[in-house]
């Protein structure tokens, strides 16, 4: 982005470093997945099958504002 990370806000800087620390996995498939704007029952969606890679033992980080989504996590 050609900027430095203290010059972002919070959450952006965070998405960022996440997003960094995704890419280290090596041979792991990952999913980044903004969900900033989704209709509620799009959440209600996204959810059920977050819960179903959970389900298949894949690990799922949310970074997350929404209280529908943080409801949902455990």
Same mark, same amino acid.
Not at 34 to 47: E, I, K, S, W
Not at 48 to 72: F, P, Y
């Given at each position: 982005?050609?900027?430095?990370?203290?010059?972002?806000?919070?959450?952006?800087?965070?998405? &960022? /470093? *996440?997003?960094?620390? @995704?890419?280290?996995? #090596? +041979?792991?498939?990952?999913?980044?997945?903004?969900?900033?704007?989704?209709?509620?029952?799009?959440?209600?969606?996204? &959810? /059920? *099958?977050?819960?179903? @890679?959970?389900?298949? #033992? +894949?690990?799922?980080?949310?970074?997350?504002?929404?209280?529908?989504?943080?409801?949902?996590?455990?």
């Amino acid at each position: 982005m050609g900027q430095s990370l203290t010059t972002l806000s919070g959450g952006e800087g965070q998405r &960022l /470093k *996440l997003a960094k620390e @995704l890419l280290k996995q #090596g +041979n792991k498939q990952s999913l980044y997945l903004p969900t900033t704007g989704l209709h509620p029952n799009d959440v209600a969606l996204l &959810l /059920k *099958l977050l819960n179903r @890679l959970v389900d298949a #033992g +894949n690990t799922v980080i949310m970074v997350e504002h929404n209280s529908q989504m943080i409801r949902a996590a455990d």
